[in-house]
């Protein structure tokens, strides 16, 4: 359970939140301003709310775990990122801005015709309105069950935040606690990063600990092989990557919404290239937190299964025996793993080659037994409940946090961890009602004034909180939820990103060729999810280039039309 | 016939919701580039990466 002073900062750190986003956007009163803060950020706000809106808190609990778990490999989904900045600011970004459009769906009008312009916001609102739910649901699982706290209403409180933020200060207020949240969450890792470090053995320091991580494999960052079915690869991240980061910036509102908040293209473009710049060393950092975690917990005891309401249900439940004989194995064969890397550790530093070699041969004896007792633990938790779930990654870090930080301080990392809940949910819930009123409202004139507008986006933002919470507690029932919210991007970004794309560079192309091609795209996309054995983030790839190709070969069939 | 990047006129409803009376659109305004020309500032970004991944790769061998 939580203590005194660490819900005191928490409840303290949350308020700050909410009061410093509507403070700073208290001038905030027309349609402009409240969904794109009236195009008046500078570019370090829009730097700061783009990497907000892109780490979510399952990013910030999970990449720690994953770290943990897998090493440094899950940097390499990152590396089509910077690319991806770039080609968005020499193409997109100045588009955007010379029509100060709200929404990127907007342009298509423009561009082709109010078809193409639905069905793009159509597939956004439904991809997106989907995934707020899990975005909301995800991190609310987690925090109730560390905290004991019903998963009904933390969701429900993570909403009311939200939507407190959102409607009482719009955009703006969205940009200006994403600067604060995130550096509350970068400082918050920064610390713990140190304080981890610290809780080492006696003599240990950075460089011994990535001895111990190397010889676990857990250092392995790149990896050059080329294997169209392994998920993390130096070319699924250049490649599949490049592509699911130019659709998610480039087409999907949460991040248009973001940078269109930017001034002018110059601060727009600046936002987005110091996002390109710092992403890869950020989540390099944060992964490398998650694997001195793994190092700080190689010396000390660890729980066998990091989920503590599924570890409960195993040992309360009718294979209770198999559970407990598993968590002795583990606890005795993890004792031995300790005391040989002790030994290996003083005797490299004693240089004594033989007597490391004798300990780091026990090491891994005793490891290879310790992973055996685990599997045992996971068999009962699967043989107790056949539903449960038993990947305990995203808990790794909190429990580790929770046992090992002091007070005050597992306050400030529950509110970092809200923060980046709140992050992602106020930029989806943002552009869920930008798209709405934008796309939908105004263009079916819906509204008379701005003022009608204005009350529109302010209802549209409570309809999806709502619906986003509703859908939330439907989300325990679609299994792994960080790769239901990833399949269910990368399933509609590459048509929307090709539509895009056909915009720029397709000359000739008119609305229904693109939308034809659009069809036929995510068609494809489709049969590659349901029918071949491709990871997702070549579906991005496949359903752009097939746009793109289709559009273009159906242009001379299906010109544009002429502009009067 | 737009060209690429520059889209044709833009629809009335569109225009309503997306731009204030009397705003200049920011696109238009000459801005200037950080250290000369987004094509140094885009090098630099892409250079980084290519840093990152070379060090990132010398890790991985370093405790392979």
Redesign the interface.
Known sequence: MIRPADAAVLIVSLAALVIWGFVRARSTR???GFLVA??TMPWPVVAFSVMATQASAVTFMATPGQGYVGG?SF?QFY?GL??A??VL???LV??F??????TAY??L???FDGKTRTLAAALFLVQRGLAAGITLYAPALVLSVILGWDIGLTCALLGALVVATIVLGGSKAVAHAHALQFSIILGTLALTFVLVLRALPQGMGLPDA??V???SGR????D?SFDPASRYN?WAGLLGGFFLQLSYFGTDQSQVGRFLTA????ES??GL?FN??VK??MQ?FILLLGVLVFVAYRFEPAPVFFNPAEAAKAAAGPHADDWHAAERAWDHSRAELAKALREEHAARKGGDAAAERDAHARGLAADVAANAARVRAVIAISSTDPNANTNDTNYIFLRYVLSHLPVGMVGLVLAAIFAAAMNSSMSELNALASTT??DVV??L?WASDERE?LAWSRFATLFWVVFAVGFAQFAARLGSLVEAVNIMGSLFYGTMLGIFLT???V?RAGGTAVFTAAILGEAAVIVCWKLTPLSFLWWNLIGCVLTLAIAALLAPVLP?R??? | MADPGEPGERLAGARAVSEEAGATPAGTRTERAPLGSWTRVYAIVLAALALDILLLWWLTERYR
């Open positions: 027309d349609l402009a009236g195009h440094l940097v590396f910077p690319i900045m770039v600011c020499a193409t100045p588009v801005q010379r029509l100060r459009v709200n907007e342009f009008e423009a561009r990535l001895v991580a190397g010889a250092l392995a960052a790149v050059t130096l001034r002018s293209a110059r473009r600046l290239l390109g710049l890869v060393p390099f009123v934008v105004e263009r004139k507008l915009a720029l560079f000359k544009a002429k502009a009067a």
